[in-house]
């Protein structure tokens, strides 16, 4: 069972445009941190730009940033609008052959287990599972070293 | 977001032999009844033969049966054991190169709407979901007839 590779990716850069909240990023740029396919982003930010998660600036100099703050991006919500389906068995698909289709009880029992996975999801927001900020120096005093003992040694 | 062709047909066939317990049924008749792959379902009744959900017998007048009752055949335990993987992302494999893995906070999320999921399943058997076995006759007052009034009239 898996989502498709177009929701791990727009997952993976909307996370990354929310750790560069200062500055419009490129595809480019993406692509070469997670070393993924430009086209394949390219695809993602088109139906991201469309679905209102992103925005987009065009030209030299252009690029894209987060059209709302992380903790607004639903995780339930942006799935729901990049995920092509959820058809995890052919009778939940309106166009099922299968010869069972309104006899079994299959479809109830997968909706439900659907939503359960759903709703989990509508509980968390891109904020919550963006990697940390990283600090400008490491260790657990750094934060509170004053500012002069960061100086190269005379 | 669904599940591979191979679960969707392993739940179909075990509904199809849930439904004939009194007799051995063969490939051929499962695909003809859903109109399904024969070489798909021959590869997935050696897997259910393996797994020990069903019991095949060899040769001439030869075929499968179900090794257990329908209602000792829990859906969660079923589709776990037939569904190559549940990697919803691809941080959730254990080769994963994803360069956020292990930073971000995406795996234990959807972990746990898996294990929503999977709950649900966990609640239902094979009986739950089975389409119910066609009475003899038709209509409301069927089965409250007694013997002599199905006779041909003279």
């Known amino acids: 069972m898996r989502l498709t590779t177009m929701t791990d990716y727009a997952l993976r850069l909307l996370m990354h445009l929310g750790q560069h909240r200062d500055r419009l990023c490129?595809?480019?740029?993406?692509?070469?941190?997670?070393?993924?396919?430009?086209?394949?982003?390219?695809?993602?930010?088109?139906?991201?730009?469309?679905a209102g998660w992103i925005e987009t600036?065009?030209?030299?100099?252009?690029?894209?940033?987060?059209?709302?703050?992380?903790?607004?991006?639903?995780?339930?919500?942006l799935v729901r609008s990049v995920e092509p389906d959820f058809f995890l068995v052919e009778c939940m698909a309106s166009g099922s052959v299968c010869t069972l289709t309104g006899e079994c009880r299959l479809t109830p029992v997968f909706s439900a287990a659907l939503d359960a996975f759903m709703l989990q999801l509508d509980g968390h927001t891109l904020a919550d599972v963006m990697p940390p900020?990283?600090?400008?120096?490491?260790?657990?005093?750094?934060?509170?070293l004053p500012a002069p003992t960061r100086r190269p040694l005379r």
Chains 1, 2 share one sequence.
Not at 41 to 49: E, P, R
Not at 57 to 75: T, Y
């Open 57 to 77: 600036v065009r030209g030299k100099g252009g690029g894209m940033r987060l059209a709302h703050e992380p903790v607004q991006i639903n995780l339930g919500a």
């Open 26 to 50: 490129t595809i480019a740029e993406v692509a070469r941190v997670y070393g993924i396919s430009e086209a394949h982003l390219m695809k993602i930010t088109h139906q991201l730009g469309l």
């Open 133 to 144: 900020l990283r600090p400008r120096a490491k260790g657990p005093t750094a934060v509170a």
